[in-house]
């Protein structure tokens, strides 16, 4: 930062043994020239270079003062940027930590009402793992059935697999309408028709399983005798068997109250995820608000600590120009042969007043007052 001359020790010491001197040297012819030393003994007023070293502290002073102005300009505007956007994040996260609570006693209540419906006797687990094990042994008693047709084995294994999968489908839907309440007019109608098509189909198979036996008997391809009826009986028994077991599986794992566990189920996940959608919008607030908060630090501590250089710049100003004025008085003291004090030596040297805006004191944090102590500097 610009610094205003003021003279050196030597300079001030050469200057004061001058002025206190009761003479001077001519310049023709070069002789010794009488003088009255200054300042006189009875002058009250400073000194003249006196006067002159303190004007020069003063404009001193001024340059600096000015100089704090002009880098003020730049850090006081990024310090109040900082602040409010600290304070604006600050609110953000107060709202966003509202919205965090509000999600979450949603969710808790949510919670507490898909828990007031009695859980079921089977898991949802469970369940798919009977029906799975219900689809996979209906497969190999149909591939056996379609086979007798004399179609290929990849058309023998996609008819047993649509057949086990449908038996198995139908035993799944028409548990869960069984033990579904209340039952509307539609669901008790497919009640009735779920378990006769079930039925239909079965005993279509089953005939054509006591087609197949019939071929391999006569064929003596089994080695015990079983006639088409009870070769139709057992099928028909073992198909049914498994289809009731898929049935049992689904009836024992449905809740009865399967369309309102069904809609709480829907309310809880949807307040589940806002709930983590306000988490992850409150620590995002959060670690913003760290970051503002962290840079208004920065902000802060580099306008202070530049304020404090130009404080104690402006105090070594004041005490070098008072310690001057000492080396001045006591050269000049030197000087003089009568070794008589001039009346204005006897008092302190003139008050050197610092500006007000370079006391520690007197840093303003109000960014309120920004505009007015700055016109025309804007924070957007």
């Known amino acids: 930062m610009p610094k205003t001359y003021i003279y050196s020790r030597r300079k001030v010491r050469c200057k004061g043994k001058k002025d206190g001197r009761n003479w001077y040297w001519k310049f023709w012819p070069l002789m010794k020239g009488q003088k009255e030393p200054a300042p006189l003994l009875n002058q009250r007023e400073p000194a003249a270079f006196e006067s002159e070293l303190i004007s020069l502290a003063d404009a001193s002073l001024t340059d600096l003062s000015k100089n704090w102005e002009e880098t003020d300009r730049k850090l006081f505007p990024d310090y109040c940027r900082r602040l409010t956007e600290k304070n604006n994040l600050l609110k953000k996260s107060t709202q966003e930590n509202k919205e965090l609570e509000e999600a979450k006693l949603i969710m808790i209540k949510t919670k507490d009402e898909l828990d007031a419906i009695e859980e079921p006797a089977l898991s949802s687990s469970w369940e798919l793992i009977l029906i799975a094990f219900c689809f996979l042994v209906e497969i190999p008693f149909n591939s056996v059935i379609?086979?007798?047709?004399?179609?290929?084995?990849?058309?023998?294994?996609?008819?047993?697999?649509?057949?086990?999968?449908?038996?198995?489908?139908?035993?799944?839907?028409?548990?869960?309408?069984?033990?579904?309440?209340?039952?509307?007019?539609?669901?008790?109608?497919?009640?009735?028709?779920?378990?006769?098509?079930?039925?239909?189909?079965?005993?279509?198979?089953?005939?054509?399983?006591?087609?197949?036996?019939?071929?391999?008997?006569?064929?003596?391809?089994?080695?015990?005798?079983?006639?088409?009826?009870?070769?139709?009986?057992?099928?028909?028994?073992?198909?049914?068997?498994?289809?009731?077991?898929?049935?049992?599986?689904?009836?024992?794992?449905?809740?009865?109250?399967?369309?309102?566990?069904?809609?709480?189920?829907?309310?809880?996940?949807?307040?589940?995820?806002?709930?983590?959608?306000?988490?992850r919008d409150a620590e995002d607030v959060t670690e913003e608000l760290a970051d503002a908060?962290?840079?208004?630090?920065?902000?802060?501590?580099?306008?202070?600590?530049?304020?404090?250089?130009?404080?104690?710049?402006?105090?070594?100003?004041?005490?070098?120009?008072?310690?001057?004025?000492?080396?001045?008085?006591?050269?000049?003291?030197?000087?003089?042969?009568?070794?008589?004090?001039?009346?204005?030596?006897?008092?302190?040297?003139?008050?050197?007043?610092?500006?007000?805006?370079?006391?520690?004191?007197?840093?303003?944090?109000?960014?309120?007052?920004?505009?007015?102590?700055?016109?025309?500097i804007t924070l957007n």
């Open 293 to 376: 908060e962290e840079h208004l630090a920065e902000a802060k501590n580099k306008r202070a600590k530049t304020f404090a250089v130009f404080c104690e710049q402006a105090l070594n100003t004041v005490d070098d120009v008072r310690w001057l004025v000492s080396v001045y008085r006591a050269a000049n003291m030197e000087a003089r042969l009568d070794g008589k004090t001039p009346e204005c030596f006897k008092y302190p040297p003139a008050k050197i007043l610092i500006p007000f805006n370079l006391n520690e004191r007197n840093i303003s944090w109000d960014c309120e007052q920004l505009p007015k102590k700055y016109p025309g």
């Open 146 to 279: 379609f086979a007798v047709f004399g179609a290929s084995k990849l058309d023998t294994y996609l008819y047993a697999l649509g057949t086990a999968g449908f038996i198995s489908m139908l035993a799944y839907f028409f548990g869960k309408k069984l033990k579904m309440h209340p039952k509307t007019l539609s669901d008790k109608i497919l009640l009735i028709i779920m378990p006769l098509v079930a039925i239909g189909v079965l005993t279509v198979v089953s005939i054509l399983r006591s087609v197949m036996f019939d071929v391999m008997k006569s064929r003596n391809l089994f080695k015990i005798n079983l006639d088409p009826q009870t070769a139709a009986i057992i099928f028909v028994a073992l198909n049914f068997a498994l289809f009731l077991g898929a049935m049992l599986a689904t009836y024992a794992a449905t809740r009865p109250d399967h369309k309102k566990y069904r809609t709480r189920l829907k309310k809880f996940r949807d307040a589940k995820g806002e709930y983590k959608k306000a988490l």
